[in-house]
């Protein structure tokens, strides 16, 4: 089971925090991914991080957005600054036992039900 929070209506400038809280039965922390879609787009990878600390991040996000870790409270986060319009979109966190590669949806197999991020001009 994985679950989202922290999305919100900001101006553009502005910073959000998402968390994600995932619950598996797994015997080693899952790699866990944040992805994007905005109406009528696809799903986007955003950031992803390993156990080890490892991340990967999608170029429109370099520098503003962090993906970090807890891994005794199983939880991620998103730290998102300087938001833009363009990163408006439901975003949802996704986890996978295997580690992290690629950051594309369809080898993710826990999905949260997304947290809606709107960013205004």
């Known amino acids: 089971q994985v679950r989202e929070s922290g999305g919100d209506s900001v101006q553009a400038g502005g910073s959000l925090r998402l968390s994600c809280a995932a619950s598996?039965?797994?015997?080693?922390?899952?790699?866990m991914a944040w992805f994007r879609q905005a109406p009528g787009e696809e799903r986007e990878g955003v950031a992803s991080?390993?156990?080890?600390?490892?991340?990967i991040y999608v170029d429109s996000v370099k520098g503003r957005f962090t993906i970090s870790r807890d891994n005794v409270k199983s939880t991620s986060y998103l730290q998102m600054n300087s938001l833009k319009p363009d990163d408006t979109g439901m975003y949802y966190c996704?986890?996978?036992?295997?580690?992290?590669?690629?950051?594309?949806?369809?080898?993710?197999?826990?999905w949260g039900q997304g947290t809606q991020v709107t960013v205004s001009s």
């Open positions: 996704a986890a996978r036992v295997p580690r992290c590669g690629a950051t594309i949806p369809r080898t993710y197999n826990y």
């Open positions: 991080i390993d156990r080890d600390g490892t991340t």
């Open positions: 598996m039965k797994a015997s080693i922390p899952p790699c």
